[in-house]
């Protein structure tokens, strides 16, 4: 990564706050929760990924058009450039907590630098879910959409890189992902979150961000819109209906309102089922995380036992 300077042209309008991952552990609904408070903005597009982009240039270029990138599972696009990047926060009034939220930061090992670099004072936003729990999300989510058609076993069995499937069993791995932000971020600028928190208490940890932002903390978002779930269709019609979402989101989300966007998310919802995860399987998978699982509980001071059961 070439040197890039820690000053920025004042009128620049960046993130104040940035949730860096885990996939799949809520990050879509817990920005989808703060971005509901009249003095916190999240721009119109999901997961930007500049600081993790592969084509990364930290200059302004002029070009403000977030790109499609060639090689992608979903179609989404991204931002390459600061330009890019900072068009999605023009006109943000400084009294306004700007945020963003792109799973990618935790999982790209140059992002947690560039950050550095480019945002030093950004306050910055880790939820992880059970990394067993977790790849199986991650799985079953493709197979909503239509993109897996492998078992469980056999998508975690594919070599790293294979085609364009995510790596279901490298982004668990949060202790040494997760190990450079602490090194390199003061603890009043990072905050690891648990799944769980967000599961049993979203309001008061919704309230504790908030407070966190110097917003006010009374504010109460819907929590019961949860954004992304994962599960298997329950009938060709409802496939057939995630199938043609994923192809029409990347070109409609901009276009079509977020509420109405919500409503259509929440009719395909019910028809979802859970899958079971097989627990022999999980197990094996637990004994794969557990080193990490250990070195993940010294570094956020938390009791990860029930992690390792």
């Known amino acids: 990564m070439g040197a890039v300077s820690r000053r920025r042209p004042v009128a620049l309008r960046m993130p104040d706050f940035i949730i860096i991952g885990a996939f799949k ?33 930290p200059q302004l270029d002029g070009e403000k058009r977030p790109q499609r990138p060639a090689q992608s599972i979903y179609g989404r696009k991204r931002t390459d450039s600061l330009s890019q990047y900072t068009s999605l926060f023009e006109g943000v009034p400084e009294d306004v907590v700007a945020g963003e939220s792109s799973p990618q930061y935790l999982r790209e090992p140059a992002a947690c630098g560039r950050i550095k670099c480019m945002l030093p004072d950004a306050k910055l936003i880790a939820i992880l879910r ?12 493709l197979v909503r959409d239509g993109l897996e058609r492998g078992s469980f076993v056999d998508a975690i069995g594919r070599p790293h890189g294979t ?3 995510p790596p279901y069993l ?17 603890p009043e600028q990072l905050r690891v979150l648990l799944f769980e928190d967000l599961r049993d208490d979203p ?11 110097d917003v006010d903390p009374n504010f109460e978002p819907n929590v019961a819109d949860v954004r992304n779930v994962s599960g298997v269709p ?13 192809r029409l989101q990347p070109y409609l989300k901009p276009l079509v309102p977020a509420g109405l966007q919500r409503v259509v998310d929440a009719r395909l919802l019910r028809g979802l089922d859970r899958p079971e995860f097989d627990p022999q399987i999980r197990r094996q998978l637990v004994e794969l995380y557990a080193e990490d699982i250990q070195q993940l509980a010294q570094l956020i001071g938390r009791d990860l036992a029930d992690w390792l059961r």
């Open 203 to 213: 309001r008061d940890l919704i309230r504790s961000l908030l407070e966190w932002f």
């Open 163 to 165: 085609g364009t499937f």
């Open 170 to 186: 490298e982004t668990g791995f949060y202790g040494r992902q997760l190990k450079p932000y602490i090194e390199q971020f003061p």
């Open 130 to 141: 059970h990394p067993a729990d977790r790849a199986f999300s991650d799985y079953s989510m």
């Open 234 to 246: 329950r009938n060709r019609a409802i496939a057939g209906a995630y199938r043609m979402r994923r």
């Open 25 to 57: 552990s809520g990050t879509t609904s817990l920005l989808s929760w703060l971005g509901q408070h009249p003095k916190v903005f999240v721009p119109w597009l999901q997961e930007p990924n500049f600081f993790a982009s592969p084509n990364y240039n």
